[in-house]
């Protein structure tokens, strides 16, 4: 496996390519057709029927618990039909531009290369080069892969360009079949693709980093780390989990990259001062993870309808068919979820309320509330009622099974920035450091003195962050 898909498996952690917002119904084939085909017209909820796009199946929520659920979804405006709503009609019909969008740039300018059908390596060639670890690029490396690099410059620095604008923003691709004719008719989806491609954008800057560095320019080198800042910035505003989590990983190998930048001996105070600044803006603009949960509970309304309209194969990829198919026989499955299947969306939405509440605390706040969830799920496996039916939670085991995973990475985003933030102001003299905490454990970090150098290590964290010590050289 090359280096290049080695960093496509750890920045894609949990995602949907494209999530179908607004579907035919089509039950054929389906076994759980039978299920929503009953009582169609009946709903308990006095909101319009647009509101239930893509999750017509839960307006019809017949079970107490569920509609409970439900209605605090629609109070919060949680349905799939609220959170992804393209606004650029809206945009349109006041007469305004919409803000540029920087996915559908970034979905244009590397979706080709990773096309089976007309291959293009260069951006193999790119991060078969790239260090792994301990970031560093040297002249040889950097010479190896010149004519690369000198091809997809124009690439780089259209990105910059949009990045520049002050109202770009990283939103969803939004795709209305031209078969259909008009664009406010059903069939439209959503691609959430483009943060994929962040890492591959940032490896563009981190060569252009590795040779601002062997020029001695260091404000190049920062220049080129702010607009990596930003894009990840950007990305992170996205009501979708996926992204957020390739914002993370993207934005945490950047702060591998600004420790060589640090410790060059061209390195100066001034530099860190401007690094200092833009991480400040990081920090004083820190997109909570509530957002980021409000979205993906959306995506798991989706998925329970995909399901209870088109059945499995149609919902999940092969590799995730197999997965379900290793830990549950199919048949189980849909005799289990075909008779219980409104109380296991009724968990899911439970669980994700209490995800949503604990969202904004530091995450070490928010251990007690994911075991429990997660020993309400494992209470459920492997239980049948009288008739030999499975109580298990299905869809919600799914849906929930990796949110402890994901939260972790975010916390290890959020924990780098705020001990770069430490360090970089302890060396410029500052004091009032203590509001930079770890979220794993919700206290100030411990600093070192290593070799003449700041330096910070933590668990979640094990290669340690350094800096220079400016504020006792004058």
């Not at 759980?32 to 169609?40: A, F, Q, T």
Request: glycine share 4%; charged share 25%; with cysteine.
């Amino acid at each position: 496996m090359s280096k290049r898909n080695v960093q496509i498996l750890l920045a894609a952690g949990i995602f949907a390519v494209v999530v179908g917002f607004y579907v035919h119904s089509n039950w054929q084939g389906n076994p759980l057709s039978g299920i929503r085909g009953r009582d169609l017209n009946i709903s308990q909820f006095d909101v319009s029927f647009t509101r239930f796009r893509c999750a017509e199946s839960l307006r019809r929520a017949s079970s107490e618990e569920l509609v409970i659920e439900v209605r605090k979804i629609i109070d919060q405006n949680g349905l799939p039909a609220d959170v992804f709503a393209d606004d650029t009609l809206r945009y349109e019909h006041e007469g305004e531009l919409p803000p540029p969008n920087i996915a559908i740039m970034l979905h244009d300018r590397f979706h080709v290369f990773y096309d089976l059908l007309n291959p293009n390596d260069s951006l193999d060639r790119l991060w078969d080069a790239s260090p792994i670890g301990e970031w560093d690029i040297d002249a040889q490396t950097l010479e190896s892969v010149h004519t690369t690099l000198v091809r997809l410059e124009a690439t780089r620095q259209a990105i910059r360009t949009v990045l520049l604008r002050p109202r770009t923003r990283f939103y969803y691709i939004f795709i209305y079949p031209e078969s259909l004719g008009s664009r406010f008719d059903v069939g439209i989806a959503i691609n959430t693709e483009a943060s994929r491609y962040l890492a591959d954008y940032a490896l563009l800057e981190e060569y252009a980093i590795a040779q601002a560095l062997l020029d001695g320019n260091i404000d190049a080198a920062i220049d080129a780390l702010k607009y990596v800042f930003r894009i990840a910035y950007l990305a992170t505003h996205l009501r979708n989990v996926g992204t957020r989590n390739d914002a993370a990983t993207t934005r945490l190998r950047a702060f591998d990259v600004m420790q060589r930048v640090i410790l060059d001996p061209h390195f100066e105070k001034p530099h860190m001062i401007a690094l200092r600044n833009m991480l400040f803006e990081e920090y004083r603009n820190w997109i909570s993870e509530y957002d980021t949960w409000f979205g993906d509970r959306a995506s798991g309304i989706i998925l329970y309808h995909r399901v209870l309209t088109f059945g499995l194969d149609d919902s999940f990829e092969e590799a995730e068919l197999d997965e379900l198919e290793r830990r549950v026989p199919r048949r189980t499955f849909y005799r289990g979820f075909g008779t219980y299947h409104e109380a296991d969306q009724a968990f899911y939405l439970r669980s994700m309320q209490k995800i949503l509440d604990i969202s904004t605390e530091p995450f070490i706040r928010r251990q007690a509330v994911l075991e429990h969830i997660y020993e309400e799920l494992l209470q459920k496996e492997n239980t049948f009622d009288e008739d030999g039916i499975a109580l298990e939670h299905f869809l919600a085991n799914i849906l929930l099974q990796d949110i402890g995973r994901l939260m972790e990475h975010f916390a290890r985003d959020q924990s780098a920035l705020n001990r770069a933030l430490v360090l970089m102001e302890t060396s410029l003299g500052q004091s009032n450091t203590d509001r930079y905490r770890d979220p794993f454990t919700d206290e100030p970090f411990e600093i070192q003195k290593v070799d003449g150098l700041l330096s910070i290590t933590t668990p979640h964290l094990p290669r340690p962050f350094r800096v220079p010590v400016f504020v006792e050289r004058e």
